[in-house]
């Protein structure tokens, strides 16, 4: 099993920055791609950045893309999710999940049903 722990959510302005975190552990957690996800009210969780387990490969939703970047420390057991230029309609609940990695495009794995294993997730607003 793998476990998934996010914080560094929070309230901040348009325009403003957050930095999440997700620590893993479990076994074999650096065997999986980890991704985010983010679920607004009366929203379907969406998937907005995913990286391969040496962090070289990362995918990202349109939504976000050139604003948020995903990385990783395998070292550290943690993948960091740097949001710059938020917006309103960022204002979600993000999880982050583990999948185990596999052949194939990366991007595919922004499709949640991949994931195996969440976390609980932590609030992010803006205003």
């Known amino acids: 099993h793998v476990q998934l722990v996010e914080s560094g959510g929070g309230s901040v302005q348009a325009g403003g920055s957050l930095r999440l975190s997700c620590a893993t552990s479990?076994?074999?957690?650096?065997?999986?791609?980890i991704g985010w996800f983010r679920q607004a009210p009366g929203k379907e969780r969406e998937g907005i950045a995913v990286i391969s387990v040496n962090g070289k490969t990362t995918s990202y939703a349109d939504s976000i893309k050139g604003r948020f970047i995903i990385s990783r420390d395998n070292a550290k057991n943690t993948v960091h999710l740097q949001m710059n230029s938020l917006r309103p309609e960022d204002t979600a609940m993000y999880y982050c999940?583990?999948?185990?990695?596999?052949?194939?495009?990366?991007?595919?794995?922004?499709?949640?049903?991949?994931?195996?294993?969440w976390g609980q997730g932590t609030q992010v607003t803006v205003s």
């Open positions: 479990g076994h074999n957690v650096n065997q999986n791609y």
């Open positions: 999940a583990a999948a185990r990695a596999a052949f194939g495009d990366l991007s595919s794995y922004l499709d949640r049903t991949w994931y195996n294993y």
